[in-house]
């Protein structure tokens, strides 16, 4: 009886059961592979420290002057002898740059800005820690004459296995090396590592200058205070440390891949919702369809809960057939989702993927028949008399009808019917409007993570109060501003201030001078932050709400985030020991003070919270110059004129905030751009879909309605016209929910999310004319050309089949 059913069900609506079986295929792929995804992307740190052994810190020391090896020595002593030292290794590095090399098909020159900030090196294949592996997630080897590069630079500069890279060195030599591998690198963001063979770095580094010592070390504790300790303990004991990179803070690219993860979650939840509410809807209509049959099996004796199985026999087909495509097409998707959305992360194990994929799927699988039998519960609704005898109470029009159209004489026909028939059968579209709305949602929320992020504003929580322009400075031009540097002692921001300035070029760089401190706690805890301060900065920066900039020496505004996790307040005043200059500045030493908060900032601490001292604060110990601000001195309309300056003025390549941007989170704003297009186009096709779908059983179960409409004299367009104004006003209800939605609990929802960041109010950058215009009018098109297409068949209606009513 089962398959006997299952046959008929699938002769009958094929167009249904073909969509409906898209659907659930669809869903079960997309639940196999988004797993796998959320997996390797959340757990991609704790897979790196166990396969990659990746280190919490990397300390260098120069290699090739007097007294290195000395240092090398101490070094070894020293890190053996720290208690929060687990383990270490050490290998050698030689740093180049972009002038070292040359891609083939790829202008360095023009491109020279992608690399700054990045200390790129070419070192021996890993083989303790921050090991690699090759885009199969396997062990790989470097053949003298060859290089492996990261996955970054191949698709920063398009090169591949088998193509050739020449490699100057200091002395002028050139190498031509194939590149033999593109590997995965899950060390730090700021270090771009090549690997060569051990023979061929005896060769290569011999010709160049700049060669260090690397210590890669595993801490107990990674806090940054622990790594700083360590530092300062090595270098209280003669080792003169050139860099440090701190593996522990969350980069842009973390961030953007999980983004992308939430993203595949949402659209697997958006089509599996999509399914059930179509299995609702589709049960109820053939219930309906079939109340004779139903009503004389209850007759006959049979137990409700028998036939619920027989009834549900397609969907419990679908569901199984459908999980099974899911699990064979799931795993080899996953591996590209994992590679495209996160080309770094390595994969989990193939019986690891398979377990979460098929799990993921099984669970689907029985949820969907345990909802099919769920919805089968109506059959005991069903009168065994009302069956037999066909009662129908679901007519159209009912007395008492709030809507009259002898009262209503400006309201067209077709709108008059479209209302009567949504406010008098409302329950009926329920679930129709909530599948537009979940679709409505999640385009909107596409394109407004993508324009709060890929942004100019986004740079706020990095620090800059404006970010009207980005200057890619040439070589020649770097080097012509470290000579004026030297040779005034000014840096980098006041000589090209001072330049803009001669040019009468209305822009500056803003800056404040970047130290270090403490804030110590009552509990005896101390958290590192990082100290800002310059004379007239403080009141650029916009505040949360209730505080002021600070002025005085002892006041200071303080990230939100670090000052929430340890309940500091505005008005609150706190102890700090700060890094400030000795008697006679020739190094530094902790200073305690106390100070009052009286702003809080919202800020992307990356385990590195700040401060931002007063007017009136003197300085500390100064590390370096912290960027504030790329700012144009003019209204915004005259600004693409300044931009126009700039680039006249400069040899190097001038960006204006937009550019900047999308150039700063590099092949992020390409896959963000893949995604919105993407997802809104599944979005989208399913919306299509479902509408197809309900509108197909709208017209088949109100043949008897239009066959009376045509009898009394109304067209077929007036027919076709309510229809489509139906969809419209469904739409409608929809989109103005899925707006609400977006700006209240979206948006709340957002900066939740992004808390795990350490990121406090970054919600959603308001716009209109994409969210309120664009994308409304595009669902209603494609929605109403849908509905067109199904209403072709009204045509064919004949008056004779009133008789059905």
């Not at 949402?266 to 599996?272: A, D, M, N, P």
């Not at 000014?490 to 209305?506: C, K, L, Q, S, T």
């Not at 505004?557 to 008697?583: F, P, Q």
């Not at 390409?670 to 479902?690: C, K, N, P, Q, S």
């Amino acid at each position: 009886m089962f398959f006997k059913m299952l046959k008929s069900d699938l002769k009958r609506k094929k167009g249904l059961n073909v969509i409906l079986f898209i659907f659930i295929s669809v869903a079960s792929i997309l639940v196999f592979a988004g797993s796998v995804q959320i997996f390797s992307n959340f757990t991609r740190e704790q897979t790196a420290k166990r396969l990659c052994h990746s280190s919490d810190a990397i300390f260098w020391t120069v290699r090739n002057k007097e007294g290195s090896e000395e240092i090398s020595q101490k070094a070894v002593e020293h890190l053996d002898s720290i208690n929060n030292v687990s383990e270490w290794s050490m290998s050698e590095m030689t740093l180049i740059n972009i002038k070292n090399l040359d891609f083939p098909d790829y202008d360095e020159e023009d491109n020279s800005y992608v690399f700054s900030g990045k200390i790129q090196c070419f070192l021996t294949l890993p083989r303790e820690h921050d090991l690699t592996y090759d885009l199969d997630d396997e062990p790989f080897y470097v053949p003298n004459g060859c290089i492996a590069v990261p996955t970054e630079i191949s698709l920063e500069t398009g090169v591949k296995k088998g193509d050739f890279i020449r490699l100057t060195s200091d002395t002028g030599d050139t190498y031509e090396l194939e590149v033999c591998t593109v590997f995965k690198d899950n060390i730090v963001n700021g270090l771009c590592r090549y690997i060569v063979s051990d023979e061929d770095y005896k060769v290569l580094s011999e010709s160049f200058v700049r060669r260090f010592t690397s210590y890669n070390v595993c801490l107990k504790d990674n806090s940054y205070i622990k790594i700083e300790a360590v530092e300062n303990e090595l270098e209280e004991n003669g080792v003169p440390l050139i860099t440090i990179a701190y593996m522990g803070y969350v980069d842009d690219n973390l961030v953007m891949m999980q983004i992308i993860s939430v993203f595949i979650i949402l659209i697997s939840v958006f089509l599996i919702a999509i399914i059930f509410m179509t299995i609702r809807f589709t049960m109820i209509v053939d219930l309906k369809s079939e109340e004779k049959e139903i009503g004389m099996m209850k007759a006959l004796g049979i137990e409700s809960f028998s036939f619920r199985w027989i009834f549900a026999a397609k969907y419990i087909a679908f569901a199984i057939v459908g999980g099974i495509i899911g699990i064979a097409a799931g795993l080899p998707l996953a591996a590209i989702l994992v590679n495209m959305f996160g080309p770094d992360v390595i994969l989990p194990e193939s019986y690891v993927m398979v377990l979460i994929g098929i799990a993921s799927v099984v669970v689907m699988i029985f949820v969907m028949i345990a909802f099919s039998l769920f919805v089968m519960r109506r059959i005991k609704k069903i009168s065994i008399i009302d069956a037999i005898h066909g009662e129908n109470h679901g007519e159209r029009f009912k007395k008492g009808f709030p809507l009259f159209l002898h009262k209503r004489k400006k309201m067209s026909v077709p709108l008059f019917f479209a209302l009567t028939d949504i406010l008098g059968r409302f329950k009926r579209y329920i679930f129709l409007i909530i599948a537009y709305l979940l679709g409505a949602a999640i385009l909107l929320l596409v394109f407004n993570v993508r324009n709060s992020i890929i942004n100019p504003h986004y740079t706020r929580f990095w620090g800059y109060h404006d970010y009207d322009f980005k200057i890619r400075y040439s070589d020649d031009e770097y080097d012509s501003i470290h000579r004026e540097m030297q040779k005034t002692g000014r840096n980098f921001y006041e000589v090209m201030n001072d330049r803009f300035a001669a040019a009468g070029i209305p822009a500056h760089y803003d800056f404040m001078y970047d130290g270090s401190g403490y804030i110590d706690l009552d509990d005896g805890t101390s958290h590192y932050i990082s100290i800002e301060w310059k004379e007239g900065e403080p009141e650029k920066f916009i505040y949360r709400k209730g505080g002021t900039a600070p002025k005085l020496a002892n006041e200071a505004a303080m990230s939100a985030y670090t000052a929430k996790k340890i309940g500091v307040k505005t008005g609150d005043v706190i102890k700090m020991r700060i890094n400030e200059n000795n008697t006679d500045h020739t190094g530094r030493v902790l200073v305690e003070r106390e100070i009052v908060i009286t702003a809080l900032i919202d800020y992307m601490e990356q385990n590195s919270p700040i401060m931002i001292m007063g007017d009136d604060f003197e300085g500390a110990y100064k590390l370096g110059e912290f960027n504030t601000g790329c700012t144009i001195d003019a209204p915004e309309s005259q600004k693409p004129a300044v931009i126009k300056q700039l680039r006249e003025f400069t040899d190097g390549r001038v960006l204006d905030g937009n550019e900047a941007i999308r150039r700063d989170v590099g092949n992020f704003d390409r896959l963000f751009l893949l995604l919105e297009y993407g997802v809104g186009g599944a979005v989208l096709l399913v919306l299509m879909l479902i509408t197809y779908l309900y509108m197909s059983i709208f017209v088949a179960e109100e043949v008897p309605e239009t066959a009376l409409l045509k009898s009394m004299g109304f067209r077929d367009i007036t027919i076709k016209s309510e229809y489509m104004i139906r969809i419209a006003l469904l739409l409608l209800i929809s989109l103005i929910l899925g707006e609400g939605y977006i700006w209240t609990l979206g948006n709340i929802m957002f900066e939740t999310f992004m808390r795990q960041y350490e990121v406090t109010g970054m919600g959603f950058e308001f716009e209109f004319p994409i969210s309120f215009i664009v994308i409304p009018l595009i669902m209603l098109f494609c929605l109403l050309l849908t509905a067109r297409f199904t209403l072709r068949d009204i045509k064919h209606i004949g008056i004779w089949k009133i008789s059905e009513e």
